[in-house]
């Protein structure tokens, strides 16, 4: 069994976290126990393979191109369309405060509330 450094191990890790090998095969490929793996995933707080998938499928978070991709239309579509209610309230807000404006100018009512009243 070889001594790795600290730099190795991290780099080991990123590769186990994102590579498609179980943690089995990936502890035998650079030749270390699964047990070890587990000891550097708990002490550098790095997420089991396992844990990420989980969480993952907890979130509801897409895992293949497609479903990304798809997610990602739906966004964009989402957004356009809060991107227009969003400016149909500004025009709303707008002519609100419009018609407020008239009405006190015209009819001499406050209809705003005084903020300097206590």
């Not at 978070?61 to 356009?80: F, M």
């Not at 149909?88 to 405060?97: A, C, D, F, P, V």
Request: charged share 35%; with cysteine; hydrophobic share 35%.
């Amino acid at each position: 069994m070889r001594k790795y450094t600290e730099e190795e191990i991290l780099t080991l890790l990123k590769q186990y976290v994102t590579g498609k090998a179980s943690k089995g095969e990936f502890a035998q490929r650079i030749g270390v126990s699964r047990t070890c793996i587990n000891l550097w995933l708990a002490k550098h707080g790095v997420p089991d393979k396992v844990e990420i998938e989980d969480l993952m499928k907890k979130a509801n978070i897409p895992s293949t191109v497609e479903e990304l991709q798809a997610e990602l239309v739906k966004l964009r579509k989402e957004k356009c369309q809060l991107e227009k209610d969003l400016e149909k309230e500004k025009l709303r807000s707008l002519t609100y405060g419009t018609l407020i404006d008239m009405a006190e100018s015209t009819y001499h009512i406050k209809v705003r509330k005084n903020s300097d009243a206590k």
